[in-house]
């Protein structure tokens, strides 16, 4: 009877033998990294592929615990899990999380545990497999980049179309208003005037055409290359470029900008905002009274403030605020509102790192405060 316990015995202890060196040989050989971790977080184990994954001899890991390589901002998901093991919510789990290599490189693994207990359910340590994954965020990362050029040439295009349609449109019905003049004008004194007008409108519209270069450009992102514009100059040019229409609806435009405040911009993005504002102050002007549009600006959070104020028609905030600056929207009965203008610009301050915002009242006026970047 003892010898056949015996034989039993040896039979159980071979086949635990060969379990465990099969273990071993698929633990140390295995193409990913693998581990035993104690309930402490202490390396008691790794296999090769750990030592290649993070850099570490296996002595050199095994005086560590994975909290010390953890990158502080995965730590803290990864705890809370083992912990929902430990209490026996959870029997495994997996997550993306980053290393720091030997090397002080950040490694970026899918890490899955399990957890291993005794037979009366104790929990012993747990069963860590670590999959590099580093080439997959490399190359995750470089796609992002290409696609944020993408997104931000299909900008730059759209408002390249904006401005060639809006900006250009705004020169060339200037420079047709001003032609009209000066052919129904008989006092020479006024002609003179109306022809200097004229060839400051020409000037204008050569700078234009310069700026649409820049709006193209496709080497840097757009903050990188603001270019320092004097803000009272750009607006007087801005309102260079529709002195005829103003001439036309009786309009008094007041810059009461300071001289020496300078804005850091795309010039071609300066020039269709200042232009779209304008414009549309004039193009909804109440009807019985003068049309004014003013232009100040102060230095608020270390930006400049451009307050465009009017006296015009209005807009009802209350029932338009959330909707004001986006595409196709309308607020006035006008057969050429296309609803693009205040979407295209609202973006081209942004891309210049600055922010819009309006108040307005129903028949009283509109201001909207464009903050640029100071240059």
Known sequence: MLKNNDLANQHLSEKLRLSEDRFSRAFENAAIGMAIVSLKGKWLRINNSISKILGYTS????????????????????????????????????????????NGHLVWVILAVSIIKNSNGKPLHFISQLTDISKVKEAEYEMK??????????????????????????????????????????????????????????????ETIG?????????????????????????????????ALLKAEDVICINDVERDINIGV??????????????????????????VIKLFAEIEDNLVALSIQDNGMGIDLRLNRD?????????????????????????????????????????????????????
């Open 323 to 375: 909707k004001i600056f986006g595409m196709y929207k309308t607020f006035h009965n006008n057969k050429d509102a296309r609803g693009i203008g205040l979407f295209i610009t609202k973006n081209q301050i942004e891309a210049m790192g600055g922010k819009v915002s309006v108040e307005s009242e129903v028949d009283k006026g509109t201001t909207f405060k464009i903050y640029f970047k100071q240059g």
């Open 145 to 206: 980049s290409v696609l944020d050029v993408t997104n931000d040439q299909n900008r730059r295009l759209l408002n390249f179309a904006h401005i060639v349609s809006h900006n250009l449109r705004s020169h060339s019905g200037n420079l047709t208003m001003l032609l009209n003049f000066i052919e129904t004008e008989t006092d020479e004194n006024s002609r003179k005037e109306l022809f200097n007008m004229f060839r400051h409108a020409a000037s204008n519209l050569q």
């Open 211 to 243: 700026h649409l270069n820049e709006v193209v450009a496709v080497n840097t992102t757009i903050t990188q290359t603001l270019t320092k514009v004097n803000l009272k100059k750009a607006i007087n040019g801005a309102i260079g470029n529709i002195e």
């Open 266 to 291: 795309v010039p071609a993005y300066l020039d269709s905002i200042l232009l779209n504002f304008l414009t549309n102050s004039i193009k909804y002007h109440a009807a019985g009274r003068t049309p």
């Open 59 to 102: 002595s050199e890991l095994l005086k560590l615990t994975f909290q010390d390589i953890t990158h502080p901002d995965d730590l803290d998901k990864d705890l809370d899990l083992l912990h929902d093991m430990l209490d026996g919510k959870i029997e495994s789990y997996q997550m993306e999380k980053r290393y720091f290599h030997k």
